[in-house]
């Protein structure tokens, strides 16, 4: 195995997973392999709520999908995350950041660079755009087998203070752990982050998972195994580019960027 080929195997899934509940033995064994992960003296501040109960699930595909629908058509979503939609392979060259738009409707298709554009909100909403993102999102979610919590102890997680960075440190760290294992399981996994952009959708959240005051809710993802053949939303995307080496990484000081091969 090349030294590299876990960490570029390591992918998020945009699309649907299998209709087949995750085995007990793959949770458990995802929520050690989180157990794994270092942090500031073995604090292990991550606490994770695995949601299988599909009424829960359902409810939190709702939020996941009504607060798309909302951030699209109200504008915030392209507003804070123009920077990085490409368009083309020749954009994605240049800089190899970001996500490449590479699957649209054909109605969209000849409004492509537009579409993130201030002007274009109103097109996007006569195109149904807004609602296509959310219902796809929802059934995506919905149709996870197993959703994924994730939240910190607020005896470490202290915003502001330098256990709060660690502890974040920390369940970043526990995150990749999972997110690699399941690659070695035939799963796949996605954030499901558009409900922390909606103050409203992220306190629902909380209710329906019951967090204590002691608990801080930190992210959600949909997880499940990944079908042989891989069908793509309406409107989707990649984004498995990377920087070159000269782009992040310097040599000695901030001055000199590390060469290229
Ligand atoms: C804080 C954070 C939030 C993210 N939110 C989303 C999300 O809402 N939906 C999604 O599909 N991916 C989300 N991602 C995943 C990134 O889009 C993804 O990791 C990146 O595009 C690289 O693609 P890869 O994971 O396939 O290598 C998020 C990642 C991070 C670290």
Same mark, same amino acid.
């Given at each position: 195995?090349?030294?590299?080929?876990?960490?570029?195997?390591?992918?998020?899934?945009?699309?649907?997973?299998?209709?087949?509940?995750?085995?007990?033995?793959?949770?458990?064994?995802?929520?050690?392999?989180?157990?794994?992960?270092?942090?500031?003296?073995?604090?292990?501040?991550?606490?994770?709520? +695995?949601?299988?109960? %599909?009424?829960?699930? =359902?409810?939190?595909?709702? @939020?996941?999908?009504? /607060?798309?629908?909302? #951030?699209? !058509?109200?504008?915030?979503?392209?507003?804070?995350?123009?920077?990085?939609?490409?368009?083309?392979?020749?954009?994605?060259?240049?800089?190899?950041?970001?996500?490449?738009?590479?699957?649209?409707?054909?109605?969209?298709?000849?409004?492509?660079?537009?579409?993130?554009?201030?002007?274009?909100?109103?097109?996007?909403?006569? +195109?149904?755009?807004? %609602?296509?993102?959310? =219902?796809?999102?929802?059934? @995506?979610?919905?149709? /996870?087998?197993?959703? #994924?919590? !994730?939240?910190?102890?607020?005896?470490?997680?202290?915003?502001?203070?330098?256990?709060?960075?660690?502890?974040?440190?920390?369940?970043?760290?526990?995150?990749?752990?999972?997110?690699?294992?399941?690659?070695?399981?035939?799963?796949?996994?996605?954030?499901?982050?558009?409900?922390?952009?909606?103050?409203?959708?992220?306190?629902?959240?909380?209710?329906?998972?019951?967090?204590?005051?002691?608990?801080? @809710?930190?992210?959600?993802?949909?997880?499940?195994?990944?079908?042989?053949?891989?069908?793509?939303?309406?409107?989707?995307?990649?984004?498995?580019?990377?920087?070159?080496?000269?782009?992040?990484?310097?040599?000695?000081?901030?001055?000199?960027?590390?060469?290229?091969?």
């Amino acid at each position: 195995m090349s030294p590299l080929s876990r960490s570029i195997t390591r992918k998020t899934t945009n699309g649907p997973f299998l209709d087949k509940p995750v085995s007990r033995e793959h949770q458990h064994l995802l929520m050690e392999a989180a157990s794994r992960a270092p942090s500031h003296f073995n604090s292990q501040p991550w606490r994770f709520v +695995l949601i299988e109960d %599909k009424a829960k699930r =359902e409810r939190i595909a709702e @939020l996941g999908g009504s /607060s798309m629908e909302r #951030l699209i !058509a109200e504008g915030k979503f392209f507003e804070r995350y123009r920077p990085y939609f490409r368009f083309s392979e020749q954009e994605m060259q240049e800089r190899r950041d970001g996500i490449l738009i590479d699957q649209l409707p054909g109605p969209l298709r000849p409004f492509t660079r537009q579409i993130t554009s201030p002007g274009a909100l109103g097109l996007l909403r006569a +195109l149904g755009v807004p %609602k296509v993102l959310g =219902e796809d999102n929802r059934k @995506l979610i919905a149709g /996870s087998p197993l959703l #994924l919590a !994730a939240l910190l102890d607020k005896t470490e997680y202290r915003p502001g203070e330098l256990s709060g960075f660690y502890s974040i440190l920390g369940l970043g760290m526990a995150i990749e752990n999972i997110w690699l294992t399941t690659v070695e399981l035939g799963m796949g996994i996605q954030f499901v982050s558009t409900p922390m952009e909606i103050p409203e959708a992220w306190e629902e959240i909380k209710r329906i998972l019951e967090v204590p005051d002691e608990l801080e @809710l930190m992210a959600v993802y949909r997880l499940g195994y990944v079908p042989p053949e891989k069908p793509r939303p309406r409107i989707d995307w990649r984004s498995d580019h990377r920087k070159r080496i000269s782009q992040y990484v310097f040599r000695d000081s901030c001055r000199t960027p590390e060469r290229d091969d």
